[in-house]
């Protein structure tokens, strides 16, 4: 049963959302909504044909990338508030195409207020992490766009720091800094951020390859585990490493 105010009596999942629903996919029925349902539709499909089905769709929808953008922007404001994972999947998709007639999208999900916490265990589930984390795969999106060169991202990024919300400040200057004007906004980013943010200025998107690792995960344990016990991490192939992953 869904997770909601009425009922709590047991633990639930934290991706089981609660609330009245209307219908779940609020996709219309033309041309454009088709290709965007199809490819929704892809980006969960598993088997041996799964990935060439998913770029052969990718292709389509951005053969038509004007007239999706239209469809996506039309189910995102008919889609019911606490549907998380399929509008986080709209921006996904609007990511996906790499089109900057995105980025009026991407302005109106980052610029909307985060709407105030209505869960009531947030340590379970918490609405206002799902709306940031939205709002952040949206800034992605825009930053793509900026690495690319386009002025307007650049700018929508510098805008995302006068944001109150932390999680989008960060996110803005990360995306900035994946530019090549990142040396010459740095004292700007700095003036905009409050003095006990300054630190953001020095973080940096790593390799998992490139960040220590604890040599011995038993070290600060109250009880040690018997010699032996400790498993073996495991080994990634090489070859994947930079396999860029399919959207989920």
Same mark, same amino acid.
Request: aromatic letters at 6%; one cysteine or more.
């Given at each position: 049963?869904?997770?909601?105010?009425?009922?709590?009596?047991?633990?639930?999942?934290?991706?089981?959302?609660?609330?009245?629903?209307?219908?779940? =996919?609020?996709?219309?029925?033309?041309?454009?909504?088709?290709?965007?349902?199809? $490819?929704?539709?892809?980006?969960?499909?598993?088997?041996?044909?799964?990935?060439?089905?998913? +770029?052969?769709?990718?292709?389509?929808?951005?053969?038509?990338?004007?007239?999706?953008?239209?469809?996506?922007?039309?189910?995102?404001?008919?889609?019911?508030?606490?549907?998380?994972?399929?509008?986080?999947?709209?921006?996904?998709?609007?990511?996906?195409?790499?089109?900057?007639?995105?980025?009026?999208?991407?302005?109106?999900?980052?610029?909307?207020? =985060?709407?105030?916490?209505?869960?009531?265990?947030?340590?379970?589930?918490?609405? *206002?992490?799902?709306?940031?984390?939205?709002?952040?795969?949206?800034?992605?999106?825009?930053?793509?766009?900026?690495?690319?060169?386009?002025?307007?991202?650049?700018?929508?990024? =510098?805008?995302?720091?006068?944001?109150?919300? $932390?999680?989008?400040?960060?996110?803005?200057?990360?995306?900035?800094?994946?530019?090549?004007?990142?040396? +010459?906004?740095?004292?700007?980013?700095?003036?905009?951020?409050?003095?006990?943010?300054?630190?953001?200025?020095?973080?940096?998107? *790593?390799?998992?390859?490139?960040?220590?690792?604890?040599?011995?995960?038993?070290?600060?344990?109250?009880?040690?585990?018997?010699?032996?016990?400790?498993?073996?991490?495991?080994?990634?192939?090489?070859?994947?490493?930079?396999?860029?992953?399919?959207?989920?």
């Amino acid at each position: 049963m869904p997770n909601s105010p009425d009922n709590r009596s047991a633990p639930k999942a934290s991706d089981i959302l609660y609330g009245k629903r209307k219908n779940q =996919i609020q996709i219309s029925k033309s041309p454009s909504g088709i290709l965007l349902r199809n $490819f929704l539709d892809s980006m969960y499909r598993q088997g041996d044909n799964a990935e060439e089905e998913y +770029q052969r769709l990718q292709k389509e929808l951005t053969d038509h990338a004007e007239e999706v953008l239209v469809e996506i922007a039309r189910a995102s404001n008919d889609c019911v508030e606490q549907d998380y994972a399929f509008r986080l999947a709209l921006v996904q998709v609007a990511a996906a195409l790499r089109h900057p007639g995105a980025l009026p999208f991407f302005a109106s999900i980052v610029k909307t207020p =985060i709407p105030s916490e209505k869960s009531q265990d947030p340590h379970s589930f918490s609405t *206002v992490a799902e709306e940031t984390i939205i709002r952040t795969m949206a800034i992605d999106g825009i930053a793509e766009h900026a690495k690319s060169g386009n002025e307007s991202a650049l700018n929508l990024l =510098i805008e995302c720091i006068k944001l109150p919300s $932390f999680s989008i400040r960060r996110a803005a200057i990360q995306g900035i800094f994946s530019t090549n004007q990142a040396d +010459q906004l740095k004292e700007r980013i700095k003036d905009l951020l409050p003095e006990d943010q300054h630190f953001l200025l020095n973080l940096r998107r *790593v390799s998992v390859r490139e960040v220590p690792q604890v040599k011995d995960p038993t070290s600060h344990l109250s009880t040690k585990l018997p010699e032996g016990r400790v498993p073996t991490p495991p080994n990634f192939p090489e070859e994947n490493e930079n396999k860029t992953p399919k959207a989920y």
